[in-house]
């Protein structure tokens, strides 16, 4: 396992701008520090399920099954306009706009874990990265299982910072 080049390669990934880090920082501006934390805590959670998920093969099966991507990716978009038109709708109590985006820190950790955990490009992503760091001679399950928890905690660090 080529664990330095994977840490570098992670770090760009999480560096680079994404709808993870669009959530976080709007959860941050709208709400304050509990609720960013509380986005950056499910989207690590998220990452995590996806690699894991990825490192026992969910992933092969979304990548050889267009019918089970589809349906993951389809739930996903809509969970997300869900979200949309509930905020969309959200009346203000006394006219002021912050108020209407504020939400419960586990309502924003719950949404944003069910937006990571159904996105299913995150699992083909880690079942296309992963596999370029592991040695061929070693258990690709755990590997791939602590490679990915190795992103999720990167991203985690690079989304609070």
């Known amino acids: 396992m080529n664990l330095t080049a994977f840490v570098l390669a992670s770090l760009v990934l999480a560096v680079t701008p994404g709808p993870g880090v669009v959530y976080v920082v709007t959860?941050?501006?709208?709400q304050g520090r509990?609720?960013?934390l509380a986005s950056v805590a499910s989207g690590?959670?998220?990452?995590?399920?996806?690699?894991?998920?990825a490192s026992i093969g969910l992933a092969a099966l979304f990548a050889r099954s267009?019918?089970?991507f589809t349906a993951v990716k389809l739930a996903g978009a809509a969970y997300l306009v869900w979200l949309g038109v509930k905020a969309l709708r959200a009346q203000?109590?006394?006219g002021d706009t912050m108020a209407a985006a504020a939400l419960p820190v586990g309502r924003i950790f719950r949404d944003g874990l069910v937006?990571?955990?159904l996105n299913p490009k995150t699992a083909l992503f880690f079942i296309a990265f992963l596999p370029q760091f592991?040695?061929?001679?070693?258990p690709?399950?755990?590997q791939g299982t602590l490679l990915g928890m190795t992103f999720a905690a990167i991203a985690a660090a690079t989304n609070t910072a």
Not at 27 to 30: E, F, K, M, P
Not at 44 to 53: P, V
Not at 134 to 138: L, T
């Open 27 to 30: 959860r941050t501006l709208a």
């Open 66 to 68: 267009s019918v089970a």
């Open 115 to 117: 937006v990571a955990l």
């Open 44 to 53: 690590a959670i998220g990452n995590a399920g996806n690699a894991l998920g």
């Open 134 to 138: 592991m040695a061929p001679d070693s």
């Open 140 to 142: 690709h399950a755990l």
């Open 34 to 36: 509990a609720a960013g």
């Open 92 to 94: 203000p109590d006394d």
